[in-house]
Structures are given as structure tokens and as C-alpha cells.
């Protein structure tokens, strides 16, 4: 079956630096990627997501790559703020379908 | 249009007791799940359904079940609590198109099992 890995566990950068998270996913057959964000005691919330015909995909500060053949994608912020501290989860979907397998989290820290 | 709600937000149950969670969605959304959190295990997948009348097992569907009558609600049951089943449970909803979708998650519930 599908597997997600995520890498860091944990990232801490200062205010206006990048961050990048990258994951990487096993089943071929998967062909959509979504990103959630989770603030501390809330709920996941879609953030960006991409699917395997597109290579790249940006929404302001944030963007996400997909490299199909190597099986890996990338979640990308920029000027990074405070606010964007929050346990952020990768996610691929099970055999061309809308079930999905989650990474097991990134948690970022911003530092002002 | 309030999403995705679920109830309880909270519970502590002693172990064998039984409970069930409510999850209830307004989007119209065919498609709906069951996850729980754990803590550096992301989120597990228990149970689905793909719409009125369907369930159908996740990654981690042991010691629960799942109902969903009506297309805008989905229950999961504890039948007998284990302390294993301490966890976050969300539910999320999604539509299924033709084109994938991301979740739409509810705000979860706690619970504890002592």
C-alpha cells in the first residue's frame, strides 16, 4: 500500500527566511497531493495542493513542486511569518482514488 | 453553512464502556471518513464511506464501526473502549467529482480512555 514519508519532523527558521518541506510517496498510482496546515488544537486545514500533470503550483508565498519520477514533492513558503507556525501534514492519494495517506507531520516554528 | 461539525469535542471513557461520535456535514459532500491522530503518527485513516448506505474499512478499523444512514451524517462507534483508542478523532467530508478533492475537516474530538 501507499506510504508517506515526511522530512523534517521539526523545522525552525527565522521571520522572512524560507522553509521547505519535502515528502515522498510510494503507490504510482497516486496522482494528487494536497497540504494541510494544523494550528496547535485545531483542525487540518487545506492549504495547496497539485496533481501529477502539473509540475509546480504557487498561491503567494507558498508553492508545491511534484517530480513524479522520483516520487517525491515539496511544500515551499516564503517570508516566512509567525503566523505560519503550525504542524503542516503532506498527503497522497491510494490508488487513483480519494482516499488519502498522511506524511506524519512537520512542525514549523517561525522565530521573530 | 457550518461544514463539519462533530460532538463531542471532549470525552472520558472507562475502558469497555461504548460510545459513539457524531460527525454531520451541510456541503453536500458524497464522500466522508473517519481519522484519529496520535502523536508522530500523522493521521490513520479508520473507516469511510462513499456515500448513503456505503462504509467500507481503513488502514485502522479494528474495535470500530461505522454508519452512515443518512448522506449528510457519519457515525463511529466504540463498541468496548481500550485505552489504545486514546486519540484525536477528526472527521472530514469531500466531494468526489471526477477530479480529487482536498478534506474538509471537522474541529475533532478528545477522548480519553482510562
Known amino acids: 500500500g501507499e506510504n508517506v514519508e515526511q522530512h523534517p519532523s521539526t523545522l525552525s527558521v527565522q521571520e522572512g527566511d524560507s522553509a521547505v518541506i519535502k515528502c515522498t510517496y510510494s503507490d504510482s498510482a497516486s496522482n494528487y497531493f494536497p497540504w494541510y496546515k494544523q494550528e496547535l488544537g485545531k483542525r487540518p486545514q487545506l492549504i495547496i495542493d497539485i496533481r501529477s500533470n502539473v509540475g509546480e503550483k504557487k498561491d503567494q508565498r507558498i508553492a508545491v513542486t511534484l517530480n513524479k519520477t522520483a516520487k517525491h514533492f515539496s511544500l515551499h513558503i516564503t517570508e516566512t511569518q509567525p503566523e505560519d507556525s503550525a504542524v503542516y501534514f503532506c498527503a497522497a492519494n491510494v490508488n487513483y482514488g480519494q482516499n488519502f495517506v498522511f506524511g506524519p507531520g512537520t512542525r514549523l516554528s517561525v522565530l521573530p | 453553512n457550518a461544514g463539519v461539525t462533530q460532538t463531542p469535542k471532549f470525552r472520558v471513557l472507562k475502558t469497555g464502556q461504548s460510545m459513539t461520535l457524531l460527525c454531520a456535514q451541510d456541503?453536500?459532500?458524497?464522500?466522508m471518513y473517519w481519522y484519529r491522530q496520535d502523536p508522530g503518527m500523522g493521521l490513520r485513516l479508520i473507516h469511510y464511506?462513499?456515500?448513503?448506505?456505503?462504509?467500507a474499512k481503513g488502514e485502522v478499523p479494528d474495535g470500530y464501526n461505522v454508519s452512515r444512514l443518512k448522506k449528510q451524517n457519519f457515525l463511529l462507534g466504540l463498541e468496548s473502549a481500550a485505552p489504545s483508542q486514546t486519540s484525536v478523532y477528526f472527521c472530514?467530508?469531500?466531494?468526489?467529482?471526477?477530479?480529487?478533492?482536498?478534506?474538509?475537516f471537522g474541529s475533532g474530538t478528545r477522548l480519553t480512555v482510562v
Open positions: 456541503m453536500n459532500h458524497e464522500y
Open positions: 464511506s462513499v456515500g448513503e448506505g456505503t462504509t
Open positions: 472530514a467530508s469531500s466531494y468526489s467529482r471526477g477530479a480529487h478533492y482536498g478534506y474538509t
